[in-house]
C-alpha cells in the first residue's frame, strides 16, 4: 500500500514537473520536425499538395522575386467531394493562386500523377529530372512537414536528394511557440509525429525493419523477465513459506 | 502438454478478439447520433457528402431551410483562385431544386472558423425553429460535447446531430486505413480538449496575400 502511494506521489509529481515545465519542453518538440534547409535561387519550386491558404502564396514570392525560374504543381487524386464538385481539385486552386499572384502560365508545369501521400508526391516530383537532368528543386510545405518530406525525398529519391532543399511556409493558423494551447497547432504537431513512426514502419528498408522487429521483441522480453522477478517470483516464495509455516502452527 | 496448447490457443483466440473488437469500440466512441427531428433546418457543418444529403433532406422538407456557415475569407478566396465555399454550395443547391428563398448563409468574422456563436444567435432570434447538424462521424461527439458545455440546454436540445459516414473511411467500411487512422487520431485529440473544455487560443493576425508573401520572404532573409 504505501508502495503504491509512493508510485503514485512519484507519478503526480512528474506529472507536475511537465506541465510546470511545458513551455521549455513543448516548443523544442514542434522546432524539432522543421528542417527547412532553402538553398536558392532554385531552377524549380514546388508547394506540396494541402495547405493551399500558404503554400502557393510562398511558392508565387518566390517565382516573382527571381529566386526560382519556375513553379511545379503535383496534380492530385480527386476526393470524393472534388468529384460531387463540392470542392475545388486542390491542384486546380494552387495553378491559380499562382496565376493570380503574377506567376506567368509558361512557368507553371502541371506534374502528372496520381498521387495521395506525401511519399508519392515526392515520387512524382522525380519526373522533373526527365526533362531537366540537372534540375535543382525546392519543395515548399508547412514547418511541421519538413522533416516528413525530406524523409521521403531522401527516401524515395535518392540519386536527386542533394538537388532537393525543403523550405518551410509559415502557417498563420497558430503560434508554433505555444502550440499545444489551439486545436489546430494541436493536432498538426502530434499527428506529424504519429505519421512520421508510420513512414518509418512502411517506407523504411527491409534490414531496417528487422532491426525495429527485433528491438521490440527484446524490449517485450526484457519487460516480461522484469515482471516475473518483480512479481511473481516473490508471490511465490511467500506462497512458499506460508505453506511451510502453516503445519508448524 | 495438452492442457497448456489449449491454454495458448485460447490465449491467441482472445487476443485476436480483443484486437478486433478493441479499434471498433475505440472508433465508436466518437461517434455520436441523435434521435431524428422532423421540419428541422438542416445545417451541413462537416463531413463527406454533406451537401448531398443536406440537399435530399430538403427535398423531401418543403418548410425547412438550408443554413450554411462562412467564416472571414481565407487567402485564397480573397485573391478569386476559388469560390467562397458558401456561394458554391448555393450554386449547387440551387441547381438541385431548392428555391433561393429557403437558403439561409450565416457569417461568422472568426478565423478559424467557429460555428458556434452563430449557430446560438440563429437559434435565440428564430425561437421556434429546430436544427439538424450534420457532421463528420468522428467529430460528432465532440460537437455534442462543445455543445451541452456551451450552449443553454434549451438551445442544445433544440440541436440534433446526424453522423456522416466518410466514403473513404468510415466505421461500416473499414476505418483502419491511413486517412482513418490520422482522422480518429485528430478526433481524439479534440474529444479529450471539449471534454476537458480547453478553449482554442486565439491565432495570429490572419496576414493579406501581399503582407503573407512579404513576410515568408522576411522569414527566409531574402526580402528585397
Known sequence: MIRLSRRLLIGILLLLALFLLRFQW????????DVSRPRLPVDYVIPLPGGNDTRPFAVAALVRSGLARQAAVVVSVSTPDNRDGVVEPMHEVTRNVLLKRGVAESKILMLRGTSDCTYTDVQVIASI???????????????AHTRRARWAVNRALPTYADRVCVIAAFNDLYDENTWWQSDAGLALTLTEYLKLGYYGLVYSTGG?????IITVIMLCGLGIRWCYHRHIVPTAMAAGNAAVDAPAK | MRKSLFALASACAALAMLGWICPQVLVRGLVHADPPMTDADVLPLSGDNAMGEAIKQLVNCQPACLLLVEGAPPRTVQVQAKQSSS?????????AGIEPQRIVVLTAES????????????LRAHPQRRLRVLQ??????????????????ALSQRIAIQPLPDRRYSIGKGWIN???VWRVFDAYLSLARSLLGIRSAEPPRYLSPDEYEQAFLDSLGLAP
Open chain 2, 87 to 95: 456561394s458554391r454550395r448555393q450554386q449547387l443547391s440551387i441547381a
Open chain 1, 26 to 33: 513543448l516548443p523544442p518538440m514542434a522546432a524539432w520536425l
Open chain 1, 208 to 212: 531496417q525493419r528487422l532491426a525495429a
Open chain 1, 129 to 143: 529530372w526527365e526533362h531537366d537532368a540537372r534540375a535543382t528543386v525546392a519543395i515548399v510545405t508547412d514547418p
Open chain 2, 136 to 153: 463528420d462521424e468522428f467529430s460528432s461527439r465532440q460537437l455534442r460535447v462543445t455543445l451541452d458545455r456551451r450552449l443553454d440546454p
Open chain 2, 178 to 180: 491511413r486517412l482513418g
Open chain 2, 111 to 122: 478565423r478559424p472558423l467557429y460555428p458556434l456563436q452563430v449557430i446560438e444567435a440563429w
